[in-house]
């Protein structure tokens, strides 16, 4: 049973914009650490965008998508969200949610794992001219 479903993908050009979007089924996202991950061909999966469960819902991002990649939650709609700014060749990619997270915010690893392993299915995003 999937626990996490995605939708949003799709292909853009350079400079454009896309939203992603991972909602809940049977699973609240209200209050956990949410992250999202890309993986392209032959490369291992990469944790790019983490939102915790802390009281600021503080938001972390790796170095390649800060400034231009937002996550964000709408708890009424069990959803969380991955607003992509400015997006370039190099982002295309597999995208995933996952309620974990893992990242590096610059030299310091930002991670979050209660032992809930849940993966959403993939979303295929493809920036190009």
């Known amino acids: 049973q999937l626990l996490l479903r995605q939708s949003g993908g799709g292909l853009v050009r350079p400079g454009g914009s896309l939203r992603l979007s991972c909602v809940g089924s049977e699973f609240s996202l209200d209050r956990r650490a949410i992250g999202w991950y890309r993986q392209g061909p032959g490369k291992e999966r990469e944790g790019i965008a983490c939102l915790f469960d802390d009281e600021q819902e503080s938001k972390y991002y790796t170095d390649a998508v800060r400034g231009r990649f937002t996550v964000s939650r709408d708890t009424a709609k069990n959803t969380v969200y991955l607003q992509m700014d400015n997006l370039k060749p190099e982002d295309t990619d597999v995208y995933y949610c996952?309620?974990?997270?893992?990242?590096?915010?610059?030299?310091?690893?930002?991670?979050?794992?209660?032992?809930?392993?849940?993966w959403g299915e993939g979303t295929l995003v493809n920036v190009s001219a």
């Open positions: 996952a309620s974990r997270c893992g990242l590096f915010d610059g030299a310091t690893y930002r991670n979050r794992y209660y032992g809930m392993n849940y």
